[in-house]
C-alpha cells in the first residue's frame, strides 16, 4: 500500500520532483491520526459545548439576516 501512495504522490508532483520530505509527513500525519483517535462524542463534551453554540448562534443569525458573506 505504501509503494502505491508512493508511486501516486510522484505521479502527482511529476517525475523530476523531490517527494521524500512530503512522503515523511504523511507517513507521520498517519501514524498520529491512528495514536489519537477522536469521536464525534469527544467535541460534544464541556469544554466545547460554549464555542459550540456561539458559532451556531452566528450561523443562524447570518441565514436569517441575508448577509452571505
Known amino acids: 500500500m505504501e509503494?502505491?501512495?508512493e508511486k501516486s504522490l510522484q505521479w502527482f508532483r511529476g517525475?523530476?520532483?523531490d517527494i521524500s520530505k512530503e512522503l515523511h509527513e504523511i507517513k507521520n500525519a498517519n501514524i498520529?491520526?491512528?495514536?489519537?483517535?477522536?469521536?464525534l462524542k469527544d467535541l460534544l463534551g464541556k469544554a466545547y459545548m460554549?464555542?459550540?453554540?456561539?458559532v451556531l448562534g452566528l450561523m443562524l443569525l447570518q441565514q436569517?439576516?441575508?448577509v452571505s458573506e
Open 3 to 5: 509503494e502505491k501512495g
Open 32 to 39: 498520529l491520526s491512528r495514536k489519537y483517535h477522536t469521536k
Open 50 to 54: 460554549k464555542p459550540l453554540i456561539v
Open 64 to 66: 436569517f439576516s441575508g
Open 15 to 17: 517525475a523530476g520532483a
